[in-house]
Each structure stands twice: as structure tokens, then as C-alpha cells.
């Protein structure tokens, strides 16, 4: 298919989804659709309407293609054909006059709310056929600078003066617009400061404000009055306001569960003694729910006379050992099988102080049964984390504690063209703070060795030396990091939510320091570490993606994302190590195609490969995919993905990344997907077929339907979990 083809074929199905229905067929006689919402303000331009937005009671839905989806149905459901129509379309917003009373009183409100006194909204209704338009119309009313403010404090006890020495941080100032809605924030704010410095169960309630508008017309002269009960309590409650210490520390947890009792002393920030705090009580919380071996964290405070506070901490246990199974599989018309199985085994409270462990088993087998081609892959790891920060003790750190991870593995692979063993080793921290998850490795060590390599394959790589320079034994030592962002931490999200995820390797500067001492290879210039020259590289790769959920329960959702990542090499490397290169293809990327088999660049398949091996220095890759119900438990999906990886360095000027012809080097694919959603586990079966395939030659790169099915031209995967 050429473009010109192409595009025809999107301009008949715009066409087929324009003429199929209009979006109000399904309206029954006296509905109507409600097409769009706005606010207007007539006197103030400079109001931000984004402050009154959620109080509107009834939105428009998006126009999405499965509004007209649903739309197919008609008024009346009469076969099941039509019931499928409705079930994974999305209904259009129906005009209900009741919620638009309703939010003229809500919009009314919320403007007293913000200090816009005696403001008026009106509601336009336009009604074009079967669809309706509404505008709310704000006339703002009148706001009263704050022209003075006086404090009535309780005399007794020290709370007087704590507050005056708290003034400089109140909110409220002269010269500001009175509101309910700042008097609320400085209450919010003021409790707090208070509850951290001592005392114990004081609240925004404490508070009253009187607002005079008639000593200065057009103004308002406030009075802050905190009184010794709450607006809750008459004055027969009264008591002096005081700083409370902590009484009492128990932690109850079943004997079953083996912990040492000083790691939960240490990990607790609740101390016998100490000024009570608020924060002191929040950071112990999240200390205790930080750890894997619980479940749940119950903490109560206890008011035991006039100035002491005693504290019982309840802690549950969770499921402390178990099996975690991961299974990929794909497969094309080539013949070509693969299967990658992961067994792991977590226990986590190994040493009976919440320390996890982590031993994993994973395997990678690729054959094809017409040739008895295949390439096998073993590997193991065990890793253990602490939960605490090595070096440094627990007092360092108000909050909580980033974890220590050590870990080790061993991987054997075996291809027809070499075998390999790879041995590798970190050391490093894992920190989260709210949605930000931390990696730092300050030490992580790869150690390749290559054997029994097939001589037809060695012979090849003589000719293509920045090839042959990443089949070599070598040594990698670094450091690495790794930032992560995301709004949802679920492992199967069912909202919106974004994500952001960064990833910087930097190896072999430290061991370049020591290149005097180190003996220099002859033939190719690199210095040697026990007669094996080590890597010298910077990688980082960037990870953005969103999910846009939608529809009856946020079953319905566009999910997009986009991976960039580049590597160079300098310094004792020519090239890159082969394992940090880029790849495309597979279950999770370019699902048009296997793994390791897409580019670089324009390139074709690598002849000395018998299974593909088709890697690169850069990576650019774009993926959107559309998720639907079809029934009971099964999702549906479409998705499309465009990407490739580059060479930035070598002879063949096909891989290489050049700005004049990127966009015709992109490989494109789409598919469809089959997804069974069981909540807390999601399994799926995606058919990716090729749209546009760069390697071939330059009349033959658009693939139409009738190549969709043809040789190499799709691939089928099996996978657990979204693909992003």
C-alpha cells in the first residue's frame, strides 16, 4: 500500500464512522444531549473560572469514537447485536434541568465561599435540535479588603506566648480580600503548628472570627479569637490550653510474628518523654506501613491526665513468603518461538527485622521447530533489602527511611553464534517520597566472558569492527540511577494517571583514574584490568506515559507513551557493551515484531545472527492504545506504535541516525488485543501486524492487508500485565 493508498483508507473510515449515526440517535423523544458546558464572568476578567469548575453538577462526556459506537444501538435495544453496541460504547450525557438549578446554587455558594458577597448566576439554556448548550453567567459580587486585624488569646498557660511568636506565619494579613476560604486555610495551618509544638488534640475548631464591614465602609476590620473550647463546646468546657508530653509506648504485634524488638524501637519515632508531635506521630506511621512484613499499622493515642499522652501501636503481619510467576510468550510466521518464564521466591522478614529477600529464576528460550534453530538462556539472582540506610543511623532521617539493596545474579546464554556468562553485582539505596520512587546505585558491576564463539560468526565480525568491538569480554563498573514518578502505584490502575521515569548509567570513569597503572593492548589501544579491558559509557533513557480512563466504572481508557534513550561510548570503548544496547519489538514495544528484530535504522536483518540480534545506540518509540470492555471480564484493544534504533557510531551508513531522513527510518505497526482482567492480575494475547517496515526496500515499505498475514509481517504475544 502506497501513502497515497494509505491515506485514502483513513479518509473512507472518517467517513463510514461520520455518516454511520449522528451522536443523539439513541435519544429517546424528550431527551437531549448535552453538548457543552461554559462558564462566563461579565465584570471581572481576571477570574480564574478553574475555581468554580468542579461545582457544576453535569458535564458533557467527550466525544469519543465510541459515542458513536453506542449510538449504532438506536432508542430501543432488540437484538444482542445492539446490546453489544451499548455495552462498549459510550453513552451520551443526557440534559437533566434539575442539576442546572443545582448548580446554580452550588456556583452561588462557592463564590460567598471565596469572598464574592451577594454574587448572582443565571443559567443560559440553548437548545439546537436534540442537543443543548449551557452557559452559567457569574456577576460577582462585592469583596471587603481586610482593613485591620486585632487576636483575643486565652491568658493562661503558655499558649499566649507561642502564639504571638507564631504571628509572623499567619496568612491573614491587612490589605488582603476577607474570605471564608483564607480564614480556613489559616486555621487548617495554624492547628497544625500548634499539634507539632505540643499541644495535643488542638483543632481548627478553636477558632472565631467576627468580620466588622461598618467601622470603615468598604472594608472589614477582623478579630481572630482563639477561645479555650471549641465552637462545638459551650464555656462549661473550657480548659486551659497546654503542651503535652508522650506517656506510655506499646507496640502489640501476634507472637507469631518474629521481629526484634529493637529494630521496632529504632524504626519508631514515638519516644517515652518527649514533647508530643504531630509530625513525630505521622513519621512513625509511615515508618511502620513502609515495611513489607505489615499489613497494617493501627496507631491510638490516649489522653492519660493533663499533660501526658500514651500511645499503643497495633501492628498486623502480611503474608510474609510466597511465589511470583511471569510468563511471556511470542511467536511468528517465520516459525520463530519465544518464551521467557520468571519464578521468584520473596520472604520478607528473613532475619526478623523486616529485611526482604528476593531469589529469582527466569529463562529465555527461542527455537523454531522447521530447523531445530534455538538459543537458550538461564539466570538466577538473589537480592536482599534493608530496611534502612547503611552508614547512616535510623535518627538521621524524619521521614521515611530510603531502603539498602544488595544484589548478585548469574546468566548463561547459549546461541548458535556464542555463548555467554554474565555475572553482576550492586550495591545501593531505595528511597520514595509521596509519588517519587529513587534508585541510586553507587556501585554496580557486570563481568562478561564469551566462549566457544562460531568461527563463521567471528569471521563475520572482522569485517564490521564496531560490531566485534561488543562481543569481547569485558568489565563494567559504574554507577546508576533511576527516578520514578507516578500518580498510581496499582499494579493494574483503574483511574487516570501519569507517569514519569528516568534512567542514567555512567561506567568506567572510576577505573579510568588508574590507566598508568594498567597494561595497554597493543592492537587495540584499551587498557586492561586482569588482561580484560573494562567499559567506558554514559546511557539514559527517558519513560513518559499517561492513561486516560473514561466510561461507565473508567472501563474504557486511552493509554499513551513515549521512550527515548542514548548511549555513548568514549574514552576505553569504542562501542557500547552489547547488553546495554537498545532494542525494539516484543511483547512490550513494537509489537509488530519479536524481540531484538526491528532496525537499526533502515538496516536488514543481520545474516551472521541466526535468531535476531538487531540492536542500537539511540531508541526513539511512540505507542497509543485504546482499551474497551467486550463482556463479563475480557478487554478489548487497538493500538498502534511507532519506533526504531539507531547506530551512532560504525561504517553501514543504513543503521546510523541521521535528522534528514529520521522520519522514513520509523518502523510502524498496529494490532489488536485481547486482555483478561481478573483485577489483581491482568493476562493478554496481542496480534501485531506491520503498517510500515523500513528495512525493506524503499518501493515495498507500506504493508496493505493482503501482506498484513505474510512472511515475518506479524507477531502474536502472550504477556501478563499492560504492556505500559
Not at 438549578?101 to 455558594?109: C, D, I, R, T, W
Not at 500548634?194 to 465602609?217: C, M, S, V
Not at 518527649?274 to 505489615?294: D, G, I
Request: hydrophobic share 35%; net charge positive; aromatic share 14%.
Amino acid at each position: 500500500m502506497g501513502k497515497r493508498g494509505f491515506h485514502i483508507l483513513c479518509l473512507a473510515l472518517l467517513l463510514f464512522l461520520a455518516a454511520a449515526c449522528s451522536t443523539t440517535r439513541s435519544l429517546r423523544p424528550g431527551e437531549y444531549r448535552l453538548t457543552d458546558v461554559k462558564v462566563k464572568v461579565e465584570n471581572d476578567r481576571r477570574f480564574k473560572t478553574g475555581q468554580v469548575d468542579s461545582y457544576i453538577q453535569q458535564k458533557p462526556g467527550s466525544r469519543t469514537p465510541m459515542l458513536y459506537v453506542y449510538n449504532w444501538s438506536g432508542q430501543t435495544v432488540d437484538n444482542k447485536l445492539d446490546e453489544i453496541w451499548r455495552k462498549i460504547g459510550t453513552p451520551p450525557v443526557i440534559y437533566n434541568p434539575d442539576l442546572v438549578n443545582a448548580s446554580v446554587e452550588n456556583l452561588e455558594k462557592r463564590l460567598e465561599y471565596l469572598g464574592y458577597y451577594g454574587s448572582k448566576v443565571k443559567a443560559d439554556v440553548r437548545v439546537k435540535g436534540k442537543k443543548v448548550k449551557v452557559n452559567y453567567i457569574l456577576t460577582l459580587g462585592k469583596r471587603y479588603p481586610i482593613d485591620g486585624i486585632t487576636f483575643d488569646v486565652p491568658e493562661r498557660g503558655d499558649f499566649r506566648e507561642d502564639f504571638y511568636r507564631d504571628t509572623a506565619q499567619i496568612t491573614i494579613r491587612p490589605g488582603q480580600f476577607l474570605s471564608e476560604a483564607a480564614l480556613e486555610e489559616e486555621t487548617i495551618r495554624g492547628a497544625a503548628h500548634f499539634r507539632q509544638i505540643g499541644y495535643y488534640g488542638f483543632n481548627k475548631n478553636y477558632y472565631h472570627f467576627e468580620a466588622d464591614t461598618l467601622r470603615t465602609p468598604g472594608t472589614a476590620f477582623l478579630k481572630m479569637t482563639i477561645g479555650e473550647y471549641t465552637r462545638n463546646e459551650t464555656a462549661k468546657s473550657a480548659a486551659p490550653l497546654r503542651r503535652y508530653v508522650f506517656g506510655d509506648v506499646d507496640i502489640f504485634h501476634p507472637k507469631s510474628m518474629k521481629v526484634r524488638e529493637r529494630f521496632l524501637r529504632n524504626i519508631n519515632t514515638i519516644r517515652p518523654g518527649n514533647p508530643y508531635s504531630e509530625v513525630a506521630v505521622n513519621n512513625a506511621y509511615t515508618r511502620l506501613s513502609s515495611l513489607r512484613m505489615l499489613s497494617s499499622v493501627n496507631l491510638e493515642l490516649e489522653q492519660r491526665d493533663s499533660n501526658v499522652v500514651d500511645c499503643k501501636i497495633q501492628l498486623t503481619p502480611a503474608r510474609l513468603q510466597g511465589f511470583k510467576l511471569k510468563l511471556e510468550a511470542s511467536t511468528n510466521s517465520t516459525g520463530l518461538f519465544g518464551i521467557s518464564p520468571e519464578l521468584s521466591y520473596y520472604h520478607k522478614n528473613i532475619f526478623h527485622g523486616g529485611e526482604m529477600l528476593n531469589l529469582s529464576f527466569m529463562g529465555n528460550f527461542q527455537f523454531r521447530l522447521s530447523d531445530h534453530v534455538s538459543a537458550t538462556e538461564f539466570g538466577v539472582s538473589a537480592g536482599i533489602t534493608l530496611p534502612r540506610f547503611v552508614g547512616l543511623p535510623y535518627s538521621f532521617f524524619e521521614g521515611t527511611i530510603p531502603n539498602t539493596e544488595i544484589k548478585a545474579s548469574y546468566n548463561y546464554q547459549n546461541r548458535p553464534e556464542y555463548k555467554r556468562d554474565i555475572i553482576s553485582t550492586s550495591f545501593g539505596y531505595i528511597g520514595r517520597h509521596k509519588n517519587l520512587h529513587s534508585q541510586f546505585y553507587p556501585m554496580k558491576l557486570n563481568i562478561v566472558r564469551l566462549m566457544n564463539i562460531d568461527m563463521k560468526f567471528l569471521a563475520a565480525l572482522l569485517y564490521n569492527p564496531f560490531m566485534a568491538a561488543s562481543y569481547i569480554d569485558h568489565f563494567d563498573l559504574g554507577a546508576a540511577g533511576n527516578l520514578y514518578y507516578t500518580t498510581n502505584s496499582d499494579l493494574n490502575p483503574k483511574t487516570s494517571y501519569h507517569y514519569a521515569m528516568l534512567q542514567l548509567n555512567v561506567a568506567g570513569n572510576l577505573l579510568s583514574l588508574f590507566n598508568p597503572l594498567m597494561r595497554t593492548d597493543e592492537d587495540t589501544g584499551h587498557h586492561l584490568l586482569w588482561n580484560t579491558p573494562y567499559s567506558q559509557y554514559i546511557r539514559a533513557e527517558l519513560t513518559l506515559g499517561r492513561t486516560f480512563c473514561f466510561g461507565k466504572d473508567n472501563n474504557q481508557g486511552f493509554a499513551m507513551r513515549f521512550v527515548a534513550g542514548i548511549g555513548y561510548a568514549y574514552g576505553n570503548s569504542s562501542t557500547m557493551p552489547f547488553e546495554q544496547h537498545f532494542f525494539a519489538g516484543g511483547a512490550n514495544s513494537m509489537r509488530g515484531w519479536q524481540a531484538r528484530s526491528v532496525g537499526p535504522g533502515f538496516s536488514p536483518m543481520e545474516t551472521i545472527f541466526v535468531i535476531p540480534s538487531q540492536t542500537g545506540d539511540m531508541k526513539l518509540e511512540a505507542d497509543v492504545e485504546y482499551r474497551f470492555p467486550v463482556f463479563w471480564k475480557i478487554r478489548g484493544a487497538l493500538f498502534a506504535e511507532a519506533g526504531n534504533v539507531w547506530d551512532l557510531k560504525g561504517s553501514d551508513a543504513t543503521s546510523m541516525f541521521k535528522m534528514e531522513n529520521f522520519y522514513e527510518s520509523l518502523a510502524a505497526d498496529w494490532g489488536v488485543g485481547v486482555r483478561l482482567d481478573l483485577d489483581f492480575i491482568l493476562v493478554r494475547l496481542d496480534l501485531g501486524m506491520q503498517l510500515y517496515n523500513p528495512s525493506l526496500s524503499q518501493g515495498s515499505r507500506w504493508l496493505g492487508p493482503k501482506q498484513w498475514f505474510g512472511e515475518d509481517r506479524y507477531a502474536i504475544h502472550f504477556g501478563v500485565g499492560y504492556p505500559f
